[in-house]
Every structure is written in C-alpha cells, then in structure tokens.
C-alpha cells in the first residue's frame, strides 16, 4: 500500500485514474488525515526502455517517455 506522504498513514482511497502516455496517475485521499496526494503507476515496458537507452541521458528519456512539465 502508498503511504500518505503527510501522516504516512497506509489507508488511502483512488479518487480518479487516467493514463498518459507509458504510465498512471492516481490521485488518492488518505483515509486518516483527509490529505490528498498523486501516485504514478509505470509500466514494465517503460522502465525496461529506460534501462536498455543506456546510452542517452536519463533525463532525455523520461522526458520523451513521460512528458515534460
């Protein structure tokens, strides 16, 4: 289970989910302190890329597999 980054509680609820591009995002509310916080989920596949690009920056890659902000 994700700890509240607040309280560290593990008691949270999915409020909503929605993919983009090669992972999740979950938006959860702690049961014990009302705080709301994001998760991201990434796939297998995403990070295994990650990995075998070995030869291009790190940052690189997130950006082009994740988006930027």
């Known amino acids: 289970m994700i700890n509240?980054?607040?309280?560290?509680?593990?008691q949270?609820?999915?409020k909503e989910t929605?993919?983009?591009n090669n992972f999740l995002t979950r938006r959860r509310i702690c049961s014990n302190c009302g705080?709301?916080?994001?998760?991201r989920e990434f796939s297998a596949?995403?990070?295994?890329?990650l990995v075998e690009k070995g030869n291009e920056s790190l940052q690189a890659n997130l950006v082009r597999l994740f988006g930027g902000r």
Do not use: E
């Open 4 to 10: 509240c980054p607040k309280c560290g509680s593990d």
């Open 12 to 14: 949270s609820s999915i």
């Open 18 to 20: 929605y993919g983009q």
């Open 35 to 39: 705080n709301g916080f994001i998760t």
């Open 45 to 49: 596949d995403a990070i295994k890329l």
